[in-house]
């Protein structure tokens, strides 16, 4: 196989395995996310390693809709109140920072929590609020996670990229919000 036929099947591949996580993501899962999202005064993200990379990006999008997002950790972090909303990013839903996070989210301000994850029965689900589930490989290799080609947590990471464009995409939609008219909040020091 010459190195042009490996590059396409690599693609293939990878576009196919997205292509069937983002089909099972429950839509009412994600429903409940976007209200949650519409209805916070502010969107805080908290995620490790190549999933807060993925959050970050999203974060970032959202912000491109005029809502206020932040992510933890960002040195004009402002305080979570009770209106806001915490997602937290975590395949296994055990990774120490956002766990903590959001056990410290939960005593200071009682805000909605929600845990964008793959394991529905990690330590997460006694904190968060609910659960938006990319049912994908974790480092727990579940039974009813969906397989991957590629290294570690790539497909969830990846995920969580496309399904917050799917998001910003579907708040655009309901917002009625002018294409055009989104790039005020685009950076312009740039």
């Not at 009412?28 to 805080?44: N, P, S, Y």
């Not at 997602?87 to 296994?92: F, L």
């Not at 959001?102 to 964008?116: E, S």
Request: charged share 25%.
């Amino acid at each position: 196989m010459t190195f042009a036929e490996e590059y396409r099947k690599a693609c293939a591949d990878v576009t196919q395995e997205l292509e069937r996580t983002l089909a099972s993501v429950d839509p009412a899962q994600l429903e409940r996310l976007k209200d949650e999202i519409l209805k916070a005064d502010q969107v805080f993200f908290v995620g490790v390693g190549r999933v807060m990379l993925a959050l970050q990006c999203v974060c970032k999008r959202l912000a491109h809709l005029g809502v206020k997002a932040h992510y933890v950790g960002e040195i004009t972090e402002p305080a979570i109140k009770k209106d806001d909303l915490l997602i937290v990013g975590s395949g296994s839903g055990g990774s120490l920072f956002p766990l903590g996070i959001a056990r410290k989210a939960r005593a200071a301000a009682d805000c909605t929590i929600v845990h964008v994850g793959s394991n529905p029965n990690s330590e997460m689900k006694d904190i968060a609020d609910f659960m938006v589930r990319i049912p994908v490989r974790t480092k727990f290799y579940l039974e009813d996670e969906i397989d991957s080609c590629q290294p570690m947590t790539s497909l969830f990471e990846q995920s969580v990229l496309l399904l917050g464009d799917v998001l910003a995409k579907l708040i655009i939609e309901e917002k009625q919000l002018d294409m055009k008219g989104l790039w005020r909040y685009h950076a312009n020091l740039e």
